[in-house]
């Protein structure tokens, strides 16, 4: 008859000094453990397919992800389309955002956006129309324009980098803002860079897989 | 309205399809041989891309394909339930390496495969699940048998198909299954709506090719490979950790030879068992929760891990605080994302395994000087041998049992088994030498597994190769009705039902970690699964002493056809070693009271 089981119970074994964080990186005492999250824009160029957006968005609320603004719209390249993602994570998160999104099969390349690039929101705003004149003087400050004014409300939009949004949206709580629509940042890389790596201008790879008879891609979003 | 054939489509379509030509409708198709539809197209796919068997249920939305499948020499094996040919296209891929195949209706057809898709998702098995879907027209309107196969499966697949058109739906089917077995292997499914399986077409698909957007890297960079040689060559405590893309790569020669140049001992991932054979001097077999002793103290205490093909499961990991939490990690994998997503890697080696082994060891210029460190490992086995008691007053051990049938089959048996204590058992207790001959549930742990992945084993087996199934009582009642498909189609294959007439691993965590409450894990009445079996038409033994056993393995075995031997185990018996839930794996538990 054997034994079973036997050896030294655990505190009588050695353990190492060593750890890891919960993130899986070893400690290195010389080094600070925890980093730190920060706010970077990525862009997918995609197939634009009916599903792209759902495999996009469903991704980062299965991989827990964080994410402030996702926006899509289609290329000058018949059949692509070009998703914005702003995210806020570590260096780490971030890395795995853009390796997660790179494996989804309707994404043709994703890139991350340095920190000149040109990033511009729209913003939509309905303010109380009492003092026409101020909320005029107020859309001009921000180059904005005027799409509705009657005599309860006053519709304007704005357009710029978030912080310019940001301002125009606080100088117009003044009048009351009764709704608000942002579409999130939009962006792409500035001069001769490509969006995203080796992204041709006019990109023409995927202009031949344009699908007969497709009567389901009417829309990104499906 | 009435399944299995809801006629009011095939009425509604046929009628639509005469008076109103597809708009926009590729002329060439009027050339079409009369009668030669998107179905057609769908098997002729699968001919060209070289599938050899599929499993499945037929339905309504489905029917057009199983109607093209009628005149093609493919293997299609009719299953009982649609999760049981899921598991048996992934069993199939794992044994086979080429993608299984399974097919079901739309609706309750497709939700019943769902189970099988995730387990092959988490397992990284090649896979290709076609699925019937309602008539294009009728999709977005609840429509009977209606379900959105594409969105419920979108986080399951290695990607999904919504088929839209006669014309184009068979190179979709040829670019799903070369993209399954591609790269990372996965499951892919391509949802078929009826319109699309049924109309008219003259376009024959062409090969069967990944997606342009599809390009993954086999070769690592050279620098990180120098990088990877020059930690190697100077690592004093270096394991070699091999994960299951080591198997699914085909990279077992490439690692043994590697291993063994370099004197590095081995541990294996559950998923990778049988990639370096367990009787090897400096194979510590598995890692993690159950795994072995001194696999655990190895990747506790090394200086540096290659970890080749592994996704660093919490399972393997344990708690990664204290995860080989003084080795820099050499990771190799063709998944970019699995680089420092759960272990954070000191060197990535992103490719092939079989070829950035082969770079690592043209860049080697010595082997680690490790010899004491190859004691210690030595030691460490000797210090923690994978051992059981016998008392004469306690009932069968299951362990005893597993080395039995170890014993009484050759090496190449390929064995599959259920979730459970058993499907630990069978892992621990078995020696494991070669590649694909070990098929379990690791990432999704599904009960029911066993006896359907057996199925699709046997048909990806040699001829003379023997297939064993360890199944739990619980996990066997999840899919035992596919002991019918087996008799169908005569398969000779062995089920060894470890019957502890317990939900056992439920039970051994209630009498670990809450206070022995036995909530749902104790039946009051089992059946007995030797009529059972019997009345299924398989044959049935039954057998509770030690005495008995070889002769019931060995009758089981030589039984031509499927076989189930009910296996009365002592019911009190436990898995050991164990890491809990997020603990130490170098504080792995001998026994209950070390927890
Ligand atoms: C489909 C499914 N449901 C539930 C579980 C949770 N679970 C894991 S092991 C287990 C007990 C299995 O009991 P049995 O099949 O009798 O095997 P034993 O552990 O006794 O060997 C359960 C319920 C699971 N893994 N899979």
């Known amino acids: 008859m054997t034994e079973g089981l036997q050896g030294p119970a655990p505190d009588e074994r050695p353990h190492p000094d060593g750890r890891r964080t919960k993130q899986g990186t070893r400690i290195d005492p010389e080094v600070e453990a925890e980093q730190d999250t920060r706010t970077a824009v990525v862009s997918a160029l995609v197939e634009h397919e009916p599903g792209v957006l759902a495999k996009v968005s469903g991704l980062f609320s299965r991989r827990q992800f964080n994410i402030e603004s996702l926006t899509v719209g289609p290329t000058t390249v018949e059949g692509n389309a070009r998703i914005t993602l702003v995210v806020e994570e570590t260096d780490d998160g971030i890395d795995q955002v853009k390796k997660q999104v790179e494996k989804l099969r309707p994404v043709i390349q994703v890139g991350e956006l340095d920190d000149d690039a040109v990033c511009a929101e729209l913003v939509v705003l309905k303010v109380r129309g009492d003092e026409p004149d101020k909320v005029h003087a107020i859309t001009q400050m921000y180059e904005g324009q005027t799409l509705d004014a009657g005599p309860r409300t006053i519709t304007v939009q704005i357009t710029g980098d978030q912080q310019k949004i940001d301002d125009a949206v606080d100088a117009f709580r003044q009048f009351g803002i009764i709704e608000i629509a942002r579409t999130g940042q939009t962006a792409l890389a500035r001069g001769d860079t490509p969006t995203t790596p080796g992204e041709e201008p006019g990109h023409e790879k995927a202009a031949e897989k344009t699908r007969k008879d497709d009567t389901r891609t009417g829309t990104y979003d499906d | ?595």
């Open chain 2, 1 to 595: 309205m009435s399944d299995p054939v809801s006629p009011s489509f095939d009425a509604e379509t046929e009628a639509e399809a005469e008076l109103e030509p597809e708009p926009g409708e590729d002329p060439s198709a009027t050339d079409a041989e009369p009668g030669r539809t998107g179905a057609h197209s769908v098997v002729a796919a699968l001919e060209n891309a070289g599938a050899e068997a599929m499993f499945g249920v037929q339905g309504g939305a489905i029917m057009p394909v199983y109607d093209a499948l009628y005149d093609s020499d493919l293997r299609h094996v009719m299953m009982a339930h649609e999760q049981a040919a899921a598991h048996a296209a992934d069993a199939y891929g794992i044994v086979s390496g080429t993608p299984g195949v399974c097919l079901a209706t739309s609706g309750p057809g497709a939700t019943n495969l769902v189970t099988g898709i995730a387990d092959a998702d988490m397992d990284s098995d090649p896979m290709v699940a076609l699925t019937g879907q309602v008539p294009t027209d009728f999709v977005g309107n609840d429509a009977f048998q209606e379900t959105d196969t594409t969105g419920v499966t979108a986080p399951i697949t290695k990607t999904n198909y919504f088929a839209d058109h006669a014309d184009t739906v068979g190179d979709t089917v040829g670019e799903a299954f070369a993209y399954a077995a591609a790269g990372r292997p996965g499951p892919t499914l391509v949802d078929l709506p009826k319109d699309v399986t049924q109309d008219e077409t003259a376009v024959e698909p062409g090969d069967a090719t990944v997606p342009d957007t599809y390009d993954p890297q086999t070769e690592a960079d050279d620098e990180a490979v120098a990088e990877a040689a020059r930690r190697l060559e100077r690592a004093e405590k270096p394991v070699v950790l091999v994960g299951g893309g080591v198997i699914k790569g085909d990279a077992t020669e490439e690692l043994r030879a590697f291993a063994r140049e370099y004197e590095i001992p081995v541990a294996t991932s559950m998923p990778a068992v049988g990639a370096f054979p367990e009787d090897d001097d400096l194979s510590l077999e598995m890692v993690g929760m159950h795994g072995t002793g001194y696999a655990n103290m190895a990747t506790t205490h090394c200086d540096v891990m290659l970890a080749v093909g592994t996704r660093f499961d919490d399972r393997l990991t344990g708690g990664v605080d204290t995860f080989a939490p003084e080795a820099e990690v050499l990771h190799v994998d063709i998944d970019p994302a699995e680089i420092s997503k759960n272990v954070t890697a000191d060197v990535a080696l992103i490719g092939d395994a079989a070829t950035v082994l082969d770079q690592l060891d043209a860049e080697m210029e010595r082997a680690p000087d490790c010899r004491e460190w190859r004691s210690q490992c030595w030691t460490w086995k000797s210090e923690y041998p994978m051992d059981y008691a016998t008392p004469d007053d306690e009932p069968l051990k299951p362990q005893f049992v597993v080395e039995a049938f170890d014993e009484a089959t050759g090496d190449d048996t390929i064995v599959t088994t259920g979730v459970g204590q058993h499907q630990m058992w069978a892992v621990q207790y078995w020696t494991y030498t070669e590649p694909r001959t070990w098929v379990s549930s690791h990432g999704l742990g599904t009960m029911g597994y066993g006896l359907p992945a057996a199925i699709g084993a046997k048909f990806a087996a040699d001829d003379d190769q023997q297939v064993v199934c360890f199944e739990g009582d619980g996990s066997f009642l999840m899919t035992m009705q596919e002991l019918s498909v087996a008799v169908r189609e005569n398969l000779d294959i062995t089920v060894a039902v470890l019957n502890n007439e317990y939900i056992g691993m439920v039970r051994q965590w209630q009498d670990a970690f809450y206070d022995g409450r036995h909530s749902a894990s104790e039946y009051n009445w089992c059946p007995e699964f030797e009529p059972l079996a019997e009345a299924f038409g398989a044959q049935g033994f039954t057998v509770s002493d030690y005495d008995e056993v070889a002769d019931t393995v060995e009758a089981a075995l030589a039984y031509d056809g499927p076989s189930v031997v009910d296996v009365r185990i002592d019911p009190a018996e436990n898995v050991y070693p164990m890491v809990p839930s997020g603990g130490a794996n170098g504080k792995f538990a001998l026994s209950e009271d070390q927890l």
